[in-house]
């Protein structure tokens, strides 16, 4: 079933940072297979073209663009290119996100800059740039990919990520209300415990729960899920497709939990 047949999606983090299916790339790859034509964005020139190669071999229509996202100057070239190789933008998934171990005291000013910047700052960037060409177009779908770590803690300590997601929530709900008038709707993704790159390649994350044995972190995020396992990127693309398909066209502003129970949990 072609899902999205006719649109144009736009994927900001739409590379992997290491082997494996990141949230980025499943949901390019799950875009394309339900008949987007997607603009695959990355900092990373080569994760970027991995993904269009996975979906050219597939036999669907997908662009590479780098741009580092926390910059104005390179979102705007990125969403002049989209409109320039396929005149228009139907969805915008923004799927970027680093984190920094620490609490308020502990993490530098540096650092909570720099997470502030990549974690939110390109998403108000994406969004200011978006909207415009989707109001003009008569209409579009926002997914903005948060975390569970925005509404509880975790057990480890990474404030500025978990400040970060929750100010997302905030600017996804309050644009959702400003601009349902033009037919776009904004909508969050909240991931659990997830394996995937990211989690795998996060030195601090390993060191946290595991004194950096990866092995032991899995087991150990497994046992946190009442579900028994851990999540994977398909669970977040399948969330955004529902989100980016018009099987949602009456639903915005919200935040979709994807987490196998985890945030049920008192403790």
Known sequence: MERLKGKTAMVVGAGSIGPGWGNGKATAVTFAREGAQVFCVDRNEAAARETVAIIASEGGKATAFTADVSRAADIEAMVASCLKTYGRIDVLDNNVGIAEMGSVVEVSEADWDRVFSVNLKSAYLSMKHVIPVMARQGGG??????????????GISYVSYGTTKAAM?????????EFAAKHIRVNAILPGLMKTPMVEHSAGLAASYAKGDVEAMWRARDAQVPMGHMGDAWDVAN???????????YITGIELVVDGGVTLKAG
Do not use: C, P, Y
């Open 169 to 177: 929530n905030q600017m996804t709900r309050t644009t959702a209300v």
């Open 141 to 154: 779908s926002i997914i903005n990919i948060s975390s569970i770590a925005s509404i509880r803690h975790l």
């Open 239 to 249: 969330a955004a497709l529902f989100l980016a398909s018009d099987e949602s066209k």
